[in-house]
């Protein structure tokens, strides 16, 4: 049987979180250090370690056959390829900054201005729907050194915390684009290895719907039950049990983790009592 191919990034803020998608999909992967192909024990599924800025063209001549990459990256470089899923993990933003003592009013202030950046194609197509023309320096690697240098008036890069930003006296002042890690997917692609890039997609999805979900118990008596029940979003619809005690419920369902203290205050209000959190690691609907 044929495997899927898979190329993920050799090092760098994806790799620990791409590794660990695929783990939590319950594939094993035996990769020694500095490996650059590794196979997985238990799914038809290879590895291959790659530059990011590589993989766009990997996908585009059909050497591997899927990859974990930034949005961004795709967007620069890749955006004939398409993308299977979004995965979550690794969310920035690619953005235009100035040194902070620059007093910054809108867009059309990078007309004729130099900007250091590893995105070009972003930065042009972005000041392009604005009508403005600047001057790009492309650089690979720490742009944000470049104003200090006099080497640009501006940068444009991919932003997280913004703290690499502020230690080189930078401001962000035009957020270009949003980016987080995605399953792209090669236009080359066989039927067969389509086949095992579904499988990979139900297990990711399971993964995905888990992460972002709380599995909630708790006690209810039974003349707040119905307003209670009101309360929870639940996969169906919450699961409901006659207590030993008489008069109570225990009561199942499951939350969103992003509305999930609001839905808990409420429950309190309401009259729940004995609330349990737990983790999900697995949701498949």
Not at 255 to 277: C, H, R, T
């Amino acid at each position: 049987m044929k495997k899927i191919r898979i190329a993920i990034q050799k090092s760098g803020r994806l790799n620990e979180d791409s590794l660990q998608i695929l783990k939590d999909c319950g594939i094993s992967i035996d990769n020694g250090k500095d490996q650059l192909k590794a196979s997985s024990r238990n799914f038809p599924l290879e590895v291959f370690y790659l530059r990011n800025g590589d993989i766009p063209q990997y996908l585009r001549d059909g050497v591997v056959d899927i990859a974990i990459i930034g949005e961004n990256v795709l967007i620069e470089k890749g955006e004939d390829i398409s993308i299977a899923e979004k995965l979550g993990f690794s969310k920035c933003k690619v953005s235009l900054a100035v040194p902070k003592s620059v007093k910054y009013k809108s867009v059309t202030d990078f007309e004729g201005k130099r900007i250091a950046t590893s995105y070009p194609n972003t930065v042009k197509n972005y000041l392009d729907s604005k009508g403005v023309k600047a001057d790009l320096h492309i650089i690979n690697g720490s742009v944000e050194i470049a104003p200090n240098i006099g080497l640009a008036d501006a940068i444009c890069d991919i932003v997280s915390s913004g703290s690499t930003l502020f230690k080189n006296n930078l401001k962000e002042v035009e957020v270009m684009l949003t980016s987080e890690a995605v399953l792209a997917v090669s236009p080359q692609i066989s039927q067969e290895r389509t086949v095992l890039l579904e499988d990979l997609r139900f297990r990711i999805q399971s993964v995905l719907r888990a992460r972002q979900s709380k599995y909630v118990l708790l006690n209810a008596p039974n003349e707040k039950l119905n307003e209670i029940i009101g309360l929870l979003p639940g996969m169906r619809s919450p699961t409901v049990l006659p207590l030993a005690e008489e008069g109570w419920s225990s009561v199942h369902t499951v939350i969103n983790k992003d509305k999930f203290w609001e839905v808990i205050q409420e429950l309190k209000k309401a009259g729940a009592e004995g609330i349990l959190v737990c983790p999900i690691e697995k949701m498949v609907l």
